[in-house]
Structure formats: C-alpha cells, structure tokens
C-alpha cells in the first residue's frame, strides 16, 4: 500500500492506493492539516506507516510553501520508516493510474527535492 498525496489532479486528496485503487481517501482542502489527515487514514484503513511500500507525492508545484510542507513531510516519515519517496508532476492528459504506475518505477530512498513552477517570491519586496 503507498500513501499518495495529491494536488495536482481535482479533486485535491491524501488516500492509500493499494493494487492502483485508491482507498481510504480524504479531500484535502488545507495544507496545515495533512499530519492529521494523513494519520486519520492510516487509523480509518487499520494499518501502520511501517506497513506502507512508499511514499507518492503528486504536484504541479503551484505553491512553493505547499511543495515544501508535502517534501518535509514525505522525507521525514520515508527516513524514519524507512519508506521510498518520490515527488512527480503529470503529464498532459495523464489519467491517476498512469501517474502512480510512473511513480511507482521512481521511488527512491533517497531524499526528494521540491519541484516549483517559478521562482520563489520569499524575500522579494511586494
């Protein structure tokens, strides 16, 4: 089972995909509460985070402090379950089960970098 974060595909949502179903899915309408989210899910399907095959993040990067929170996130729980992690954006016209297989083939241990659209306006005058 991999928990998949995803807010780049609306509807916006946090869930587990086992055998590419996703289950267990809650919609994501803030970023602050993707911890409690994604702890809601895990406790709803019964299972442990040590149980998970890995880690999905799927984004098209719009905000630089959501990519952030999502990757922070991501590599903390992959490093301290030992989890492999992988950040993806879709691709034009790509279907969910398409960009978990894709994702799938990329997970790493290794920890994941954000991905931004453009430059991060942080420190620039108004």
Do not use: H, W
């Amino acid at each position: 089972m991999y928990l998949i974060i995803n807010d780049a595909i609306l509807p916006n949502f946090i869930g587990l995909v086992k055998e590419n179903k996703i289950k267990g899915a809650c919609l994501q309408s803030r970023r602050d509460y993707t911890l409690a989210t994604i702890d809601k899910i895990i406790s709803q399907e019964g299972i442990s985070l040590s149980q998970l095959r890995g880690i999905i993040i799927i984004s098209e990067a719009e905000s630089f402090s959501q990519s952030r929170i999502y990757v922070t996130i991501a590599n903390i729980l992959g490093i301290y379950f030992d989890l492999p992690r992988v950040f993806i954006k879709p691709q034009k016209d790509e279907l969910i089960d398409q960009i978990i297989d894709r994702a799938k083939k990329k997970l790493s241990k290794k920890n994941i970098l954000p991905i931004y659209n453009k430059e991060p306006n942080i420190g620039k005058p108004n």
